[in-house]
């Protein structure tokens, strides 16, 4: 199997060519907001540096967000047209999981972290356990604990300590696992979270930073299971509505009951702006 993984849900983007047991190319890069321009680009250097074409391609994996908008947005599309034009399967696997399972070796609770915007975070809490397979081989297997969550800094960590007593708690002992914060995060983020929740670690940023080798791990068990998505109906998750306004040449055609209102330019700029991450 010769899976293409993609993953741009960030200001950092990653490719990955492998199969179930070899790594064949890879490409980790700052993107910037160039998502749109570099993506394509960079697959077809990656293919062609191993002298294949697409139609060699026997199944993508992509990365489905939370992070930047245009991000996400370009690297589902990329994949869902790819899968849908080569008649391959697709995985979308979760942002947050692709940070956490980059720290699976962590014994205590994974916060996989991702600056939002507007002073907030999306994140979500992770377990990870381990096992050997019939070769012997190590597996390490993430249990996610709660849901996708967008809050403050002050929240989370408020959000943390409750699913830390409700889920973490050993009987008989009062203090909790110390977590480990990963992802992409701002050095006053991270004062504001160990000022809060002082018996937490964060991951070093190097080795924090996304690479589509780990989207890979986690789509390829799936698709040996012979699961896969529709790229009809596979969408970005989204944890925040886009900041999307309709056109004004077009209200006098619609019916105005309930439909939501436009935004001024320079609102709309700000929100832009403050989601670019």
Request: include cysteine.
């Amino acid at each position: 199997m010769l899976l293409l993984a993609i993953d741009s849900s960030t200001r950092q983007a990653s490719l990955a060519l492998c199969s179930e047991e070899t790594l064949y190319a890879e490409e980790t890069w700052l993107v910037e907001n160039n998502h749109s321009v570099e993506l394509l680009p960079a697959i077809r250097r990656l293919l062609t540096s191993r002298n294949w074409r697409p139609a060699d391609l026997s199944a993508l994996a992509v990365a489905l967000g939370p992070g930047s908008f245009n991000g996400v947005r370009v690297a589902v599309a990329t994949a869902r047209s790819l899968a849908f034009a080569l008649e391959k399967p697709l995985i979308g696997v979760g942002t947050l999981d692709i940070i956490a399972a980059q720290q699976r070796r962590w014994s205590g609770p994974i916060c996989a972290v991702l600056e939002a915007g507007r002073s907030e975070l999306y994140a979500a809490c992770y377990l990870s356990t381990e096992g050997q397979d019939e070769q012997g081989r190590l597996r390490q297997e993430l249990r996610r604990l709660g849901n996708y969550v967008l809050l403050p800094p002050q929240q989370l960590v408020a959000y943390l300590k409750e699913l830390a007593a409700t889920s973490l708690a050993v009987p008989g002992r009062r203090e909790l696992p110390p977590f480990l914060f990963c992802g992409e995060l701002k050095a006053a983020t991270c004062a504001t979270l160990r000022s809060s929740l002082p018996e937490c670690a964060f991951a070093e940023p190097l080795l924090a930073t996304r690479r589509a080798t780990t989207l890979a791990a986690l789509a390829l068990p799936r698709l040996l299971r012979g699961e896969h998505d529709d790229p009809l109906r596979l969408e970005p998750l989204y944890l925040r509505p886009p900041a999307i306004t309709a056109s004004a040449r077009k209200q006098p055609l619609l019916n105005a009951v309930g439909q939501p209102r436009s935004l001024p330019q320079s609102e709309t700029e700000r929100e832009e702006r403050a989601l670019q991450h």
